[in-house]
């Protein structure tokens, strides 16, 4: 079973900074990539950042250039630093994991997500 531990998420100040951390643990045959999705209410949750197995990026308009995304492989841990942090980035954020526990099986996984509010 495959389990997604988050961490990293609090109050801060508007220009502050953050840094998310999500550790993916139990049995799966490979990682095809992970990211983080983020949902404020009366929202959609939307896709913040990822990186995938090659080690290619995806941002959101809303974050390029403040977020950064990483990972360790050796880990299975994949991180968020996000800088200079806006109101408008307070949400609940939810690490997600692609994964295959084969050759034709692939699957999503969720953590339980972690809270970021920025006051201004």
């Known amino acids: 079973q495959v389990q997604l531990v988050e961490s990293g998420g609090g109050l801060v100040q508007a220009g502050g900074s953050l840094r998310l951390s999500c550790v993916a643990s139990g049995s799966f045959f490979s990682i095809n990539a992970m990211g983080w999705y983020r949902q404020a209410p009366g929202k959609q949750r939307e896709l913040v950042a990822a990186?995938?197995?090659?080690?290619?990026?995806d941002y959101s308009d809303s974050v390029k250039g403040r977020f950064t995304i990483s990972r360790d492989n050796a880990k299975n841990t994949v991180y968020l630093q996000m800088n200079s942090l806006k109101p408008e980035d307070t949400a609940v954020y939810y690490c997600n994991l692609d994964c295959s526990h084969s050759f034709s099986s692939r699957t999503y996984y969720w953590g339980q997500g972690t809270q970021v509010t920025v006051s201004s």
């Open positions: 990186i995938k197995s090659g080690g290619s990026t």
